[in-house]
């Protein structure tokens, strides 16, 4: 398309298409970014209470379907039945595995559609019969659903420290 084309046709089309609105183009309503992060934290707390329970299938409530995980010193895994799969293993392995989440953020996207969860938490359990701790970033994405739920897209879970005794 030539740059004189443009002038003389699109923008005077442009200009009687927002004419023929009265002049005003509506926008789309701004999203409820702070109902969408409590949603996201009150999903995030019952994941946690399905780790603490040693359900996998409550612990992976709101992967989405094709969730991609990324974990210390752990091979990257695609898909929820991959993420319980997991799950279940470090179920059996550490009968003592708990989770305590430290600090918590949620910033979500203007349009309302996707969010970034970050957070840091303690997790408990033993290490050879010996009880241990340490801390733990998690950084999740989430996408809106065509349901209007949320899940997540990916998940990042990173050492900060070394397990230590209690």
Same mark, same amino acid.
């Given at each position: 398309?030539?740059?004189? /084309?443009?002038?003389?046709? @699109?923008?005077?089309?442009? &200009?009687?298409? &927002?004419?023929?609105?009265?002049?005003?183009?509506? &926008?789309?309503?701004? !999203?409820? %970014?702070?109902?969408?992060?409590?949603?996201?934290?009150?999903?995030?707390?019952? !994941?946690? +209470?399905?780790? *603490?329970? $040693? #359900? !996998?299938? =409550?612990?992976?409530?709101?992967?989405?379907?094709?969730?991609?995980?990324?974990?210390? =010193?752990?091979? *990257?895994?695609?898909?929820?039945?991959? #993420?319980?799969?997991?799950? =279940?293993?470090?179920?059996?392995?550490?009968?003592? /595995?708990?989770?305590? @989440?430290?600090?918590?953020?949620? #910033?979500?996207?203007?349009?309302?559609?996707?969010?970034?969860?970050?957070?840091?938490? =303690?997790?408990?359990?033993?290490? !050879? $019969?010996?009880? %241990?701790?340490?801390?733990? *970033?998690?950084? +999740?994405?989430?996408?809106?659903?065509? #349901?209007?739920?949320?899940? @997540?897209?990916?998940?990042?879970?990173?050492?900060?420290?070394?397990? $230590?005794?209690?």
């Amino acid at each position: 398309m030539s740059t004189i /084309w443009m002038r003389t046709t @699109m923008i005077p089309s442009l &200009a009687l298409a &927002a004419a023929s609105l009265g002049g005003h183009v509506q &926008a789309a309503p701004a !999203a409820d %970014t702070a109902r969408i992060a409590r949603e996201i934290r009150a999903d995030v707390a019952q !994941a946690i +209470a399905g780790i *603490n329970a $040693h #359900d !996998a299938v =409550r612990a992976t409530a709101f992967d989405a379907p094709d969730v991609v995980v990324i974990a210390t =010193r752990q091979p *990257n895994t695609t898909g929820i039945t991959a #993420d319980r799969a997991g799950f =279940r293993k470090g179920f059996a392995s550490d009968r003592a /595995w708990r989770v305590a @989440m430290i600090s918590e953020s949620v #910033d979500v996207a203007a349009a309302g559609d996707m969010a970034v969860y970050r957070s840091v938490y =303690r997790q408990d359990g033993t290490h !050879a $019969h010996a009880p %241990t701790s340490q801390k733990v *970033n998690f950084i +999740a994405g989430f996408r809106r659903q065509p #349901d209007s739920s949320w899940k @997540m897209a990916w998940y990042v879970v990173s050492d900060i420290d070394r397990p $230590h005794g209690k």
